[in-house]
């Protein structure tokens, strides 16, 4: 089975990778020549734990090429994968296709025997239509089918997720392209998986209605997070009680700063306005987007109030940038409401991430960069936890305190121990802890 994947970023290069490893072979095309200097030298341009490994081993058994040679894999391929960016159109929040059409209008000049188009990008319902109609019009002559075929991969556990999901779907009604999926994606329902085939417009819709639905279950549980501080319930108990319900489920039921990433906000975006443009407005989706957004804002009031009331003059450490742990993606990161909030209110903010500071740097301007949360704390007044990275989790309180100015956290993701936290002096904020969500220092 001959691949080609158009798009070379967080699932283009994740599914290239793990095709490839498969055992098809795969030719990853992309137009940014930087991402694709930094491929051919096998450096993964993205950070997602296991990639590397995995690139070099299938670009080794020469099943994975890196190439701008756009013409030669389309012509070659059995299946041509569309995972280029669908970002949030400016202006009025639709889903920006730029990308797709072009890479569509590209591809279309280069087909040659009957080929499979497909979408992994995320698209709004009826785009795989509106390919099939630009395609005919380009090349009348083209033996083409085209299929929606979304992906469910988050970032941070790409791997895994690519090669155990819940479920692979398929949009499509043609028999032949029915046929190439099927023996594509043998490897992964050999193994259990299952291989759902459906309309191509069930498929689209499923993409969003998926990542509208957990977009909902957390800021359901914000809510409650809110509740709980308001009458002194504890969110992880609720949300531990609620979630061995099977049909609530335990899954995506953590409080915090609001959701962030490439997808959530732009994909609840557009769900929001295709909706209302078939006039079937989903109201509830659309109190998701507007709860999230105060969400982020009223975090950075939590930790002003946790400061005494202001941060002018104070300094802030932040631990942790990204949107969420084990990805250096800054997409709509909560901290980046959260920071320049800060800094507006007159607070100095230092900062560290593991793998963000990169993508991060010239979007938050004015930030000290620190190598360490150690170093963040030094001279700080509060400390913020704004994403959960596994070595937050473990810090060394007595050291943190000890390079402090102040002596108060605050724990946007309930890493830590209020108790633990408290026995040594330091004030805590965490989120729906009941009567620990916001604690004087006892010592
Ligand atoms: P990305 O921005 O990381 O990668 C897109 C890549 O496409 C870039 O490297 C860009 O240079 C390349 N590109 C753009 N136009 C091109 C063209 N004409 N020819 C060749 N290369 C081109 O985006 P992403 O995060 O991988 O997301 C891609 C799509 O997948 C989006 O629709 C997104 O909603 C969806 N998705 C993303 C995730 C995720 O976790 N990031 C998960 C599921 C679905
Ligand atoms: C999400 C979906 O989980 C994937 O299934 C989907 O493929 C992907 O979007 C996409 O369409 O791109 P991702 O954005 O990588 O994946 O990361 P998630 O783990 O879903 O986290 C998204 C945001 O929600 C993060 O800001 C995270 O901190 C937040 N979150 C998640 C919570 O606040 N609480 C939770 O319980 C879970």
């Known amino acids: 089975m001959k691949i080609c994947m158009i798009g070379a970023g967080y699932v283009g290069l994740v599914s290239a990778a793990c095709f490839s490893d498969f055992g098809w072979t795969v030719n990853c095309v992309d137009n940014d020549p930087s991402r694709l200097a930094a491929l051919k030298a096998g450096q993964s341009p993205i950070y997602e734990p296991g990639l590397e490994a995995l690139m070099e081993r299938n670009v080794k058994a020469g099943r994975l090429v890196f190439t701008d040679d756009l013409k030669t894999s389309v012509a ?78 988050r970032e941070g556990s790409a791997i895994q997720d690519f090669t155990h999901p819940d479920r692979v779907l398929v949009g499509t009604d043609d028999p032949r392209a029915r046929d190439v999926m099927e023996r594509l994606y043998k490897p992964l329902a050999l193994r259990g998986s299952p291989v759902m085939f459906v309309e191509r417009e069930s498929a689209e819709l499923a993409k969003y209605a998926a990542n509208a639905f957990l977009a909902l279950k957390i800021s359901f549980i914000n809510e409650i997070a809110d509740v709980c501080e308001a009458v002194g319930a504890d969110v992880q108990e609720v949300a531990s009680a609620i979630g061995r319900d099977r049909r609530i489920g335990d899954k995506f039921l953590h409080p915090g700063p609001g959701y962030g990433g490439s997808c959530f906000p732009k994909d609840v975006s557009a769900l929001v306005r295709t909706a209302r443009e078939a006039r079937a407005p989903v109201s509830i989706i659309e109190q998701v987007e507007r709860v999230n957004h105060e969400r982020k804002l009223a975090m950075a009031v939590r930790i002003e109030a946790a400061a005494g009331g202001s941060v002018r003059g104070k300094t802030v450490a932040i631990l942790g940038v990204t949107f969420k742990p084990n990805t250096d993606d800054m997409r709509d990161a909560p901290s980046l409401l959260i920071v320049p909030m800060l800094q507006e209110r007159g607070a100095t903010v230092r900062a560290c991430d593991p793998q963000g500071r990169k993508q991060a740097e010239p979007m938050l301007p004015g930030v000290t960069w620190c190598e360490s949360a150690d170093e963040a704390a030094t001279g700080a007044d509060v400390l913020v936890i704004v994403t959960e990275w596994n070595e937050y989790r473990a810090l060394n309180l007595e050291a943190i305190k000890s390079r402090m100015s102040g002596s108060t956290i605050v724990d946007l993701r309930n890493v830590l121990d209020p108790a633990a936290v408290r026995e040594l002096g330091i004030a805590y904020t965490g989120i729906g802890r009941g009567r620990h969500t916001a604690s004087q220092k006892s010592g």
């Open 76 to 153: 070659n391929a059995d299946v041509v994968f569309l995972a280029v960016g669908t970002p949030m159109r400016r202006g009025d929040g639709y889903a920006d296709l730029s990308y797709v059409f072009s890479a569509v209008e590209e591809t279309a000049q280069y087909l040659d025997g009957f080929t499979v188009i497909t979408t992994k990008s995320t698209v709004p319902v009826g785009t795989s239509r509106e390919i099939e109609r630009r395609l005919k019009a380009k090349r009348p002559d083209a033996d083409v089918a085209v299929c929606s075929n979304p992906e469910f991969l």
